[in-house]
């Protein structure tokens, strides 16, 4: 998944029944699994690093080169800042269901660095 579905996912869905997969088999998509699979405890996180100014885009790496139209090809964290917005605060409705309280409570944290 890319860091946009990763995060409309658990925004939406209070991260219930995601999993990956390394190709032996599925695992849930929490920080403890992974952090016990790969040893790497953020990478269950990294989603919400989407707008982080260390995040890197297709489209910001292509330098937003010129379509087809002639136009520089629009930049993907814009276009995704209106939906994550909404899926935050459609999560700040549900943030008293307990599944909703951990991702706020790590929104909140990587707001405030």
């Known amino acids: ?46 989603p919400f690093d989407m707008f982080h100014d260390t995040s890197e885009f297709t489209c910001c790496a292509r ?6 139209r002639g136009q520089p090809q629009p930049c993907d964290r814009h276009a995704l ?6 899926l935050y605060a459609q999560m700040l409705t549900r943030r008293d269901e307990p599944r909703f309280a951990e991702i706020l409570r790590e929104v909140e944290r990587r707001t405030a660095e």
């Open 63 to 68: 330098a937003h080169k010129i379509n087809g």
């Open 81 to 86: 800042m209106l939906p994550m917005l909404g």
């Open 1 to 46: 998944w890319c860091r946009a579905e990763q995060l409309s996912y658990k925004l939406g869905h209070g991260g219930l029944d995601m999993y990956w997969t390394d190709g032996a088999g599925l695992m849930p998509f929490t920080a403890e699994e992974l952090a016990h699979r790969d040893g790497q405890e953020e990478w269950a996180t990294l």
